[in-house]
């Protein structure tokens, strides 16, 4: 799946294979946006950057956001971002372009979109997709 053209304020989508693969090439850094909560309780990408984009309680946002995001993207790599399910990473993408940096959103993000029964992990997503992951 290649990349969709630069829309809504971010360079675009990409999957999470793509996005593994650019990040094993060196072409890409994985920014990991979710609350420090959801890597501690739900797990996470082994050298991923943790960078909450909103930070639990509160969901109040990442004043330190700007100049962590920066310092992830250095050296001119694309940014590939990632959140619960796909929502909160396209805001930070924004926020990344907005700055200057080349930003896509990884879509399902780590968890997927929610099945029948209300529960993440079983319809898409980085986990479901078997892609590297670890959990405390």
Known sequence: MQPSPVQGGYAGDVSAPLAWQWVQAGEAV???VRTDAEREWVGFVPG???LA????????????FD???????????KLVLMCRSGVRS???AK???ELGLEAYNILGGFE???DAQAQRGKLGGWRHLGL???QN
Do not use: F, Y
């Not at 909103?54 to 990442?62: D, E, R, S, T």
């Not at 100049?67 to 790599?77: L, N, R, V």
């Open 67 to 77: 100049e962590q995001i920066c310092a992830a993207a250095a050296g001119d790599k």
């Open 132 to 134: 590297p992951w670890r």
């Open 48 to 50: 991923a950057v943790p």
């Open 90 to 92: 396209i805001a930070a």
């Open 30 to 32: 994985l920014v990991d």
């Open 112 to 114: 997927g979109d929610p």
């Open 53 to 64: 984009w909103k930070q639990w309680p509160g969901m109040a946002l990442n004043p330190a």
């Open 95 to 97: 926020r990344a372009t």
